[in-house]
């Protein structure tokens, strides 16, 4: 295992100098991009404010299982997304504004309190009014979580819904810096939320719904730690404010590889269960109109349709070199996975790796 790993993937501190003392608010941060950020941020001396729905359960047992280490460096604040005088209150005492919420689930019949905070809600609108109001007040920097792929004519709802988001931004925030990872992984997490966990538990339970092109989609599945790394170095650098930077781990698999990676992990047979692409759709389309979180909506399966590969022959695309960061520092899968992944060995149930199995297998040191 590498040193980053041991040590929780740290920011030196010559690295980070200039953003000891800092505040900052961070959209997002119980999400696992944004647990990445907040541990790196935090690791950077950057105090954070951890803003809430009031309609979201489970901030409160988040925290304590995964940021228990950071906690002195952050403060939640519950707040109506709704209610511009509330965002302006989080927003006005911070240097920089981090926004890393996401949606990968439409509001369903069973959330009907969350029908005002879908796609469109999540990944545009809200987002482009912080921005706004970042501005306004003179903030030093934004940052926006997209995704790569994103595309104001995408045939995805997520993708499209970022796509215009960042056409937005760029015109109310001109220095935004935006950030476009590929498919995250993390120590922690839920397996309703993240892909691989979701495959491990779909795994132990039926066999995986694909596609046939599915299965020869491209991703390089990146840390989150290292996402975290990105945003702390591209907010310490002025010369990467205003850039797009499009970021993936060292392995580049397809989905095929991905899914017979996380069978071996798990010491679980891949089962998966071969449906035309018009049939999928519609099975995601029923699963989420009546459940919510259920792991497979009809985006997913849309968004299965492109690569999560970053772009190499675009000038106005950046990389991991333009943030000063060498990749072959990046942590690997099989630095976290197994560990990550643990609960569902052996087709044992499972809902989610927490901290102190991490620590009592000797595998982390934060």
Known sequence: MSRRAIAGAGIGLS??????????????????????????????????IMPYRSKTWH???????????????????MFDPTKPAQLRTL?????????????????????????????????????????????????????YISMIGADVDSDSPVLRAKGRAEVEIREVF???IIIRPSDVFSIFGHHQTDLF???????????????????????????????????VYALRDPSCHGKTYELGGRQEMTFEETLKYISRCCRIPMETAQLPFPVTKAFGSILETVFWNTGYP?????????????????????????????ERDLILMDEVMPT???NWTNKTPGYGTFHSDALAEGKFVW
């Open 91 to 143: 927003i006005e005492p911070s240097d920089h504004v981090v926004y890393c919420a996401g949606r990968l689930c439409s509001p369903s019949i069973t959330r009907w309190r969350d029908l005002d905070w879908g796609y469109d809600a999540v990944h545009r609108c809200l987002p482009v009014d912080i921005a706004k109001m970042s501005k306004e007040m003179g903030k030093d920097a934004f940052v």
């Open 59 to 77: 901030h409160d047992h988040r925290l304590p299982l995964n940021f228990a280490v950071n906690y002195f460096n952050i403060h939640q604040r």
């Open 197 to 231: 966990r979701r495959l491990a538990s779909t795994l132990c339970w039926q066999p995986v719904p694909v596609f046939p092109e599915m299965m020869v989609r491209r991703h390089r599945p990146i840390f989150n730690c290292d996402i975290g790394t990105a945003i």
């Open 298 to 326: 009809r985006d997913h399966f849309i968004r299965m349709q492109y690569d999560s590969v970053p772009t190499k022959d675009d000038p106005n695309i950046y990389g991991w070199a333009d943030l000063g960061i060498d």
């Open 15 to 48: 690295q980070a100098n200039n953003l000891f003392g800092q505040l900052g608010t961070v959209f997002g941060g119980y999400g696992a991009i944004g647990q990445g950020y907040i541990t790196q941020a935090s690791k950077a001396g950057i105090v954070n």
């Open 174 to 176: 001109p220095e935004a």
């Open 340 to 342: 990550a992944l643990q």
